[in-house]
Each structure stands twice: as structure tokens, then as C-alpha cells.
């Protein structure tokens, strides 16, 4: 079983920086590229940023330039690092990962239980 747990979360002002991180747990074996998403009230989830096992990145165009997305690989982390913050940056931030465990050859992706931004004066 596999488990990925989010922390950071919570209210900041307009301009302020906050930094969220992920852990995965478990049988793991390989994590492949990891993620994260973000979920505003009565809107989709929606793709904030990604970064493969080698290192690379990629940022939703309403990010970019102010989150960065970073991981650990002996660790199993995964951070996002979020400044300027604005208020329409206000939801649900998921982890997400494509891990394969110790169990077959194949990988599976699995999500984190959220944690919420708000970003308020």
C-alpha cells in the first residue's frame, strides 16, 4: 500500500509565500513523475505542476515564474514552493504521483488527501 501525505497548507495574505510538501509511504519501489493539482471551489482540478524523476519541470501558465516545484528522490518528496501569492491561488492543493511498488512490474497512479490554500487580507 501506498500512502502520499500533503502539509503546509493555510492562510496567507495577498503577496505572501507559502511551501507545501508531499511524502510518499509504503511499498515502494520507483516513483515516476510527480505532481501537483489544485481544486477551486465549484471548479475542475487543474494541473499546477509537474516534475519527472530526472528533474524536469513543467508550470500552468498561471503559475509559472512563481511556484517551483521540487523533489527528493531518496526521500520520496515532493515540495511546491508558492510566492506571489494571489487570491484566485485559493483551493485544495493535491500531491500525485506514479509509483510502482514493490508488489509488479507496473505503476499506478495515486493521489494525496489535500490541503487547502487560501489566500485572503
Known amino acids: 500500500q501506498v500512502q502520499l501525505v500533503e502539509s503546509g497548507g493555510g492562510l496567507v495574505q495577498p503577496g505572501g509565500s507559502l511551501r507545501l510538501s508531499c511524502a510518499a509511504s509504503g511499498s515502494i519501489f520507483r516513483i515516476y513523475t510527480m505532481a501537483w493539482y489544485r481544486q477551486a471551489p465549484g471548479k475542475q482540478r487543474e494541473l499546477v505542476a509537474t516534475?519527472?524523476?530526472?528533474?524536469?519541470?513543467n508550470y500552468a501558465d498561471s503559475v509559472k515564474g512563481r511556484f517551483t516545484i521540487s523533489r527528493d528522490n531518496t526521500k520520496y518528496t515532493v515540495d511546491l514552493q508558492m510566492n506571489s501569492l494571489k487570491p484566485e491561488d485559493t483551493a485544495v492543493y493535491y500531491c500525485n504521483a506514479d509509483i510502482a511498488t514493490m508488489s509488479g512490474p507496473y505503476f499506478y497512479n495515486y493521489w494525496g488527501q489535500g490541503t487547502q490554500v487560501t489566500v485572503s487580507s
Open positions: 516534475i519527472t524523476s530526472g528533474g524536469s519541470t
